[in-house]
């Protein structure tokens, strides 16, 4: 900014002492130097961004010298920055009445009404200076642009084969065509802008899986197929390629189409992330109903991983959850474990590590790692769950309540989540022998959906019993057990305490 002020102020200098035209020494008249000084000192106010000043010294200048288009100009400008379009939109109007071939103002003049809401005046502009410049792309762009904006794609559409008539074809216009296309739900033509592309540069293999991929989105399983064949009989190697074909040629077994996969899952020059990609859909089916033999065929392709990728903790979450779904949860820890030591950055390993370590009850490691997954996920309220819940199971009722008080904080609307945290709190309070808080805390949530968890009655039976109020704590476990039956439970009921 100290430059710009420092050639200003040389400008000034120089015109209070003489020209020189044609090679002859021409002293500037007094006037002509003021003059001009004036209309430098507001441009010199607005580069440095006093915006107030300067428009105080263009309109003194403007009206003094209603014809100098520069000055309304810069004028413009100064209320565009100050955010004030009106005068902006009067100030251009002047500059391009009196210097109506100028694009600069032209230009300024569109920026205006695009920002007032005007769209139909700023697409006039631009098919004037379209017009005017036809060799300029960024006319054709910018006019594409806004009749896009103003819900006329077909023009934008013209717009853009003008403008791929001055640059040739490229990505930007290709690809901006496509869009508009796919809006009017012209998906031939928006395939065809694709395959357009991917010709005109046959050695990028990206314009190629574009067109794939948009073929697969609309369903088109035949041309996906003839585009993956095209990609492979250019990049034999390629593994998406690969990967697709398999799929699309896969019958009605899951198993021998996974069979046909270990190949791949076997070669480490493949991406892994492919390679789960093609995993995922079996994973859900896992999901949703136990299957031996997929089970088994989706293990043995995890454990291939393992072997192609020891390095990528995504190898070991993979196959732990495989192993975790398929109800081997002790092997599904051994491989969640060294997930962890390969620092994986998905909570979902964590939570079923945790899980895992708590239906084993080993609250040793549980907490270890429940401590550690709070340090990885600061803001995740079930990890701070878990080192509550083990710290409670290990008798560290101070550490275990403010932690658990610390995610109840960070909870939000996880309704099932806070009940949780609620039911360990009260358990940290029990622990302290403070049986009156514990029962109200409990007491507090019954209203929030306390009376419909398990958990919650029965712990709350138990800090009554413990506090002496038999009859009151029997009630509690008789709607604990009929939400949740359980010995225990039958047993205090019986007993009619603790």
Known sequence: MKNILLICLLCISALSAQNTIGGNKVIVPEAEVARQSQFLEAEKERLLAHYDKAIERYEKFVYDNPQADAAWYGLARSYVAKEDYVKADEAIEKAVKIAPQNQWYLIQQADIFVKTGRLKDAIGVYENLSKQWPANPEFFQQLAYLYVLNKDPKSGLKALDKLEQVTGLSEETADKKHIIYVSLGDDKKAANELQRLADAYPHKLEYRQRLAHF????????????????ILRRHPDDTEAQLALLGKNKNNSDVSYLASLKPLFGDPNTAIDAKIKELIPFVDKLNQRPDPALSQNLIELGSILEKTHPEDAKAWSISGDLLYLSNRPAEALEK??????????????????????AGQKNYDEMLRIAEQAMDAFPNQPKAYFYFGAAANLKGQYDEAQNQLEQALLMAGNNAILRLDLIDQIGLSLMGKKDFTSAAARYEQSLPKGGDQHPGILEHYGDALSLGGQQEKAVEQWKKANALRRSEVLEQKIAAGKI
């Open 215 to 230: 073929y697969e989105t609309m369903g088109d399983e035949a041309n996906a197929r003839r585009v993956y064949e095209d």
């Open 336 to 357: 969640y474990r060294q997930c962890i030591r390969l620092n994986p950055r998905v909570f979902s390993v964590w939570d079923n590590t945790l899980t895992i370590l």
